[in-house]
């Protein structure tokens, strides 16, 4: 892992120092909430700015509180520590991904309940492959009782399946229905159907999590005066208009077929790539709701 580093329950050490026990809840079972988080190297400051940092922290808590894993850092001390890693990539834009897990206790009610904390960092340079295409799984996404809204380490074992269909498929990313056979969401991204002047995505009740790369498109789009629509999507709906994924990892991608049919919407694509376009000036501080969405990571 070369010069990475991770916060590992108090400092930052080299990528390899970070290691926990076999025996650990992380390990046994698989316990552990997480984010991945933003933060762009701002040349005039010298800083990093942190993209929704507030949202992600909230979401992390969110997570911790529904899949039941001790906070083993206050919002405070976490901000900091996030910024303690972000200062160790001078220059360059970040992935930071804190991760709360359990070290031992199988409920934060149990007498021997004790967790940790580390936060993996690392330089971020997405690139978009030549084609994205994207196959609809033969999976559904079922929440189980902690629900697709917290971002638990366990929920991604499912994430398995779905990357061997694609794999086995041969293409870029995988659209996974929910139970009632509705679109949920994609492989790491929240889906979007563009429409000239419109932005239909599944509503929460989808079984997706909350995507916040979404809801700043979503803002960037009623901003620009699209209708946007949060509501049950059809599988249907994915061949018509131009689907967009949006994760925080890869950005905002526009999809060329879905099953082999051929996106075939000019004026969508154009409004999808006018969006993407204003989702780049957002991260770089220059659209008009970077205000709202950057802060300084200090
Ligand atoms: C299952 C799933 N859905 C959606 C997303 C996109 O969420 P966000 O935009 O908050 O990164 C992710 C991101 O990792 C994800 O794992």
Redesign the pocket.
């Known amino acids: 892992m070369g010069d990475r580093v991770m916060w590992f329950n108090g400092a930052v050490v080299p990528w390899g120092e970070a290691r926990v026990h076999v025996w650990d809840e992380l390990a046994l079972r698989g316990a552990n909430v997480f984010e991945?988080i933003t933060a762009f190297w701002d040349t005039d400051t010298r800083k990093h700015q942190i993209l929704a940092g507030p949202e992600h922290l909230d979401r992390l808590f969110d997570s911790a509180r529904l899949a039941d894993i001790p906070t083993a850092a206050t919002r405070s001390e976490l901000w900091s520590a996030l910024a303690a890693v972000a200062a160790a990539h001078p220059g360059v834009d970040v992935y930071l991904r804190p991760t709360f897990y359990p070290t031992s206790g199988r409920s934060t009610l149990s007498p021997d309940s004790a967790g940790g904390l580390y936060i993996g960092g690392f330089e971020f340079n997405p690139t978009t492959p030549p084609q994205v295409r994207a196959v609809v799984s033969g999976h559904r996404r079922f929440g189980g009782p902690i629900g697709a809204m917290a971002?638990a380490g366990g929920s991604y074992l499912d994430f398995r399946l779905f990357e061997r269909e694609r794999l086995e498929r041969g293409v870029e990313h995988v659209v996974i229905l929910n139970e009632r056979g509705n679109v949920a969401?994609a492989d790491?991204?929240?889906v979007l159907l563009l429409g000239e002047k419109s932005v239909t995505t599944p509503s929460l009740d989808s079984g997706?999590?909350d995507?916040?790369?979404?809801r700043i498109v979503l803002d960037i789009a009623r901003h620009s005066g699209c209708a946007v629509n949060e509501r049950g999507v059809l599988r249907e709906e994915l061949y018509r208009g131009q689907p967009l994924l949006?994760?925080?990892?890869m950005g905002l991608r526009l999809l060329d077929s879905v099953d082999g049919v051929d996106v075939n919407d000019a004026a969508a694509t154009a409004t999808a790539r006018t969006l993407a376009a204003d989702y780049e000036r957002l991260c770089r501080g220059n659209h008009v709701l970077s205000k709202v969405y950057l802060t300084p990571l200090t």
Do not use: Q, R
């Open positions: 991945g971002k969401e790491g991204a929240a997706v999590l995507s916040i790369t979404k949006a994760g925080t990892l």
